[in-house]
């Protein structure tokens, strides 16, 4: 395979679940750009099927598909479908995460000690057990092919502990271990050629952090923001689009003989230790 095409997907199949979220859907469009069949699993349907119209109207190949990471049941429906369409699953992307203002402490007005135990509960089983059980579905058809590509999503929460996010930041650190360890386990009991990695991005802007660190009246950095910025070498948030390259060489053959790694996508956040 020469280096022209090495990172060339066409006649992939990918499933990507939370696929329209602001991070889900800049990888999905960004994995049909590369040739590949994209399934988008979301649990609103009218947002799958949106992307996947806007991808076919690009010249892209999409399927839409309703489900729900957290129910088994959902997720098995959803590979019926895609096997039904495409009769293989090359490549899982577990996007769906996030995080909710009730399991974040905020100076002065909700404490840690305060904090409901099922909105910290909610945010681990999203962010976590949500990979593991679409890990276990498609994963296990991968077996069955001996061959595939799971890709997690992980955080700089992940890496060192970051005020506020606590169920978030414990579940994404969670991600990484059993990224690894998954990866071990594919490998020496299925098949060296089923591969399990992570994607960490650093601070990008979406709608569930804009007005932690930007101002919504001002639009000036907020205090969060500002520290984000002066402990990223780069100077600036990440944009959507900037996972692109990293996520299309962790599904591509390009890293073929790269598992159980974690790959900060960050501006330099992770390596800066503020002087």
Same mark, same amino acid.
């Given at each position: 395979?020469?280096?022209?095409?090495?990172?060339?997907?066409?006649?992939?199949v990918?499933?990507?679940?939370?696929?329209?979220? $602001?991070?889900g859907?800049?990888?999905?469009?960004?994995?049909?750009?590369?040739g590949?069949?994209?399934?988008?699993?979301?649990?609103?349907?009218?947002?799958?099927?949106?992307? $996947?119209?806007? /991808?076919?109207?690009?010249?892209?190949k999409?399927l839409?598909?309703?489900?729900?990471?957290?129910?088994?049941?959902?997720?098995?429906?959803?590979?019926?479908?895609?096997?039904?369409?495409?009769?293989?699953? *090359? /490549?899982?992307?577990?996007?769906?995460? =996030?995080?909710?203002?009730? $399991?974040?402490?905020?100076?002065?007005?909700r404490?840690?000690?305060?904090?409901?135990? *099922?909105?910290?509960?909610?945010?681990?089983?999203?962010?976590?057990?949500?990979?593991?059980?679409?890990?276990?579905?498609?994963?296990?058809?991968?077996? #069955?092919?001996?061959?595939g590509?799971?890709?997690?999503v992980?955080?700089?929460?992940?890496?060192?502990?970051?005020?506020?996010v606590?169920?978030? =930041?414990?579940?994404?650190?969670?991600?990484?271990?059993?990224?690894?360890?998954? $990866? #071990?386990?594919?490998?020496?009991?299925?098949?060296?050629?089923?591969?399990?990695?992570?994607?960490?991005?650093?601070?990008?802007?979406?709608?569930?952090?804009?007005?932690?660190l930007? *101002?919504?009246?001002?639009? *000036?950095?907020?205090?969060?923001?500002?520290?984000?910025?002066?402990?990223?070498?780069?100077?600036r948030?990440?944009?959507?689009?900037?996972?692109?390259?990293?996520?299309?060489?962790? #599904?591509?053959?390009?890293?073929r003989?790269?598992?159980?790694?974690?790959?900060?996508?960050?501006?330099?956040?992770?390596?800066?230790? =503020?002087?």
């Open positions: 395979m020469t280096s022209n095409n090495l990172f060339d997907l066409t006649g992939k990918v499933v990507i679940t939370g696929a329209t979220g $602001a991070l859907a800049a990888m999905t469009r960004g994995l049909a750009q590369a590949a069949t994209v399934a988008l699993l979301a649990r609103t349907e009218a947002n799958t099927r949106f992307l $996947a119209q806007e /991808i076919e109207q690009s010249g892209g999409a839409s598909i309703q489900g729900d990471v957290l129910d088994k049941a959902s997720l098995q429906i959803a590979l019926e479908a895609v096997m039904a369409a495409y009769d293989r699953i *090359d /490549i899982l992307v577990n996007g769906a995460g =996030g995080n909710r203002p009730d $399991a974040t402490t905020l100076s002065n007005q404490s840690f000690f305060d904090l409901p135990a *099922d909105a910290l509960q909610w945010v681990f089983n999203l962010n976590f057990t949500g990979s593991v059980l679409a890990s276990q579905v498609f994963g296990q058809q991968m077996t #069955v092919q001996s061959e590509i799971i890709l997690n992980s955080s700089m929460a992940s890496f060192r502990p970051l005020t506020r606590i169920a978030y =930041g414990g579940a994404k650190a969670a991600i990484n271990n059993f990224t690894q360890w998954l $990866a #071990v386990y594919m490998a020496t009991e299925h098949s060296p050629k089923i591969r399990v990695n992570a994607i960490a991005p650093g601070f990008f802007l979406g709608d569930q952090n804009r007005f932690l930007i *101002d919504e009246k001002t639009g *000036d950095l907020t205090q969060r923001g500002q520290q984000i910025i002066n402990h990223t070498p780069m100077g948030f990440g944009e959507a689009d900037d996972l692109i390259g990293t996520l299309l060489w962790l #599904v591509s053959d390009a890293s003989f790269v598992t159980g790694i974690v790959v900060p996508v960050d501006g330099g956040f992770s390596a800066y230790s =503020g002087v």
